[in-house]
């Protein structure tokens, strides 16, 4: 489709939550697949609630998403003229009036109305002030806000790509404010201009916003201007069915991040929260997901935030990736934790990949390879409680352990036959079952009681650290119970 013009446009009052991230991906996918241009816009005009931390805090974690944008950052509050000079253009065409209700008045009102048992729809007392008598109160100084004067017989009504036609009277549209009384444009005023100065041709947001749109509409009409289309995005809820929020756990994309997840399972994972595709997997890379997205597919039902679909999209990811691939980014883990080690020298690459690929497996994220995997990096880890009640209790390990590592420590060749057969005649010659040592030697090998092949453990630990882990009798003495 030539000329998609889209736009993700967040407020910096928060970090990009899971919902902003959903809303960005689906414009960015919209506008790769159909050739457009993705545009980012930071809704800045709340001064007090946005801040600096923030719009960095988005623009990283677009970034770590991959969601690279054509256009911008453009900042609201660097536009500020832009939206003063058209609310003047709509009071000079009567199609805005100064309203000098204090807040305190508007309250006050609002409850009065309340007391009554009818909500206040509109508070248009200002709408009909003569323009002498507005003047008069500018000159006393007198503050006052800016306030669309809509029209009151006759319907807006719009064709939402995903929730169809959706229709309102506008009497029951109210008297909305576009500039504060401290001079700063509201969320309506700032969103229509900007979408227009963007030339933005699809205007794809949350379903949050679904209520707003019927007087943006009548915004784009005051101002003699086509309206863009609008594509409302289902809500995205968690397990117990209510909106998704800090209740339900991490909301961050960084937060994700930094736990260890990755882009690309990420964004796989976001893309299904209210798309269905036509095909019968749910796995994409982010070019399928390009190729495949359509705004069609979008449902309007909302869609249920699953933590253990995203574990399950992430692992998946890991175990299929190759070596290579996650190298940099175990490395880089690796580096964070204190573990990478620089002394194993040119090996330590060829090392590093082997053992990706022996953890990668097992792992739900990356920051696995450095806790569930922590003692192939480090002499110094701890066995966990597990693995010592389920493996090591048995009276007659700490005999026979050390007698293990003696006889692997005689093999003059240390690959996995070797290893193996070694393990199988000494369980033999002792009387005991294989199972036995083998998972008495993951625990002291690995610390955990879940691990890879034992004789690939083994061999990726070297014959050296593996006798020594083996011969080693210090987890007696540490078993309370021992
Ligand atoms: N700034 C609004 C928000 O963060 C988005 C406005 C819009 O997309 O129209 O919710």
Redesign the pocket.
């Known amino acids: 489709m030539p000329g998609v013009r889209v736009r993700f446009?967040?407020?910096p009052t928060g970090a990009l939550h899971v919902g902003?991230a959903r809303t960005a991906l689906f414009n960015w996918l919209f506008a790769r697949g159909q050739g457009g241009r993705f545009i980012l816009r930071i809704?800045d005009t709340d001064r007090q609630r946005s801040s600096p931390e923030m719009v960095d805090d988005i623009l990283g974690a677009l970034q770590w998403l991959g969601l690279d944008w054509d256009e911008g950052p453009f900042l609201q509050s660097e536009r500020l003229d832009r939206y003063r000079q058209a609310a003047d253009q709509l009071l000079n065409e009567n199609k805005a009036y100064r309203c000098f209700c204090s807040t305190a008045e508007l309250a006050a009102r609002r409850q009065a109305a309340a007391a009554s048992g009818k909500a206040l729809k509109c508070d248009d007392t200002c709408r009909e002030l003569p323009p002498d008598q507005a003047g008069e109160r500018r000159t006393r100084g007198l503050s006052s806000m800016v306030r669309f004067k809509g029209t009151r017989d006759g319907e807006v009504a719009f064709e939402d790509r995903i929730f169809g036609r959706i229709a309102h009277r506008t009497e029951q549209i109210e008297d909305f404010v576009l500039v504060r009384s401290d001079g700063m444009p509201t969320?309506h005023l700032g969103?229509v201009l900007d979408d227009l100065d963007m030339n933005i041709s699809h205007?794809v947001?949350?379903a949050d916003?679904i209520s707003?749109t019927p007087k943006q509409i009548l915004l784009y009409r005051a101002l003699d201007r086509p309206v863009p289309v609008f594509a409302h995005l289902p809500l995205i809820l968690g397990p117990d069915r209510t909106r998704l929020s800090k209740r339900h756990g991490a909301t961050a994309v960084t937060s994700y991040r930094d736990q260890g997840y990755l882009p690309a399972p990420f964004c796989n994972f976001l893309a299904l929260l209210g798309w269905s595709p036509k095909s019968e997997t749910e796995c994409f890379s982010t070019d399928e997901l390009v190729r495949q997205f359509t705004l069609e597919g979008v449902q309007k039902s909302n869609a249920v935030f699953n933590q253990e679909k995203l574990d399950w999209f992430n692992s998946r990811y890991l175990r299929n990736a190759p070596a290579e691939r996650l190298y940099p980014l175990i490395r880089s883990e690796l580096e964070g934790e204190g573990l990478w080690k620089e002394q194993l020298g040119s090996s330590a690459r060829d090392w590093t990949l082997k053992v990706i690929d022996l953890l990668k497996k097992r792992v739900r994220m990356v920051s696995d390879f450095t806790t569930q995997g922590r003692a192939f990096f480090t002499d110094e880890f701890e066995i966990e409680d597990k693995a010592r009640r389920k493996f090591l209790k048995n009276a007659t390990l700490p005999l026979l352990m050390p007698k293990l590592a003696a006889r692997l420590e005689s093999l003059p060749v240390f690959e996995l036959e070797e290893a193996e057969s070694a393990l199988r005649t000494f369980a033999a010659e002792n009387g005991v079952k294989a199972a036995l040592l083998i998972n008495a030697a993951r625990a002291l090998l690995t610390g955990r009681a879940v691990a890879p092949g034992i004789f690939e453990v083994m061999v990726a630990l070297g014959q050296e650290r593996t006798v020594a882990r083996l011969s080693g009798t210090s987890w007696v003495k540490n078993d309370p119970e021992g």
Do not use: L, M
């Open positions: 446009a967040p407020s902003g809704e969320y969103v205007v947001r949350g916003h707003n």
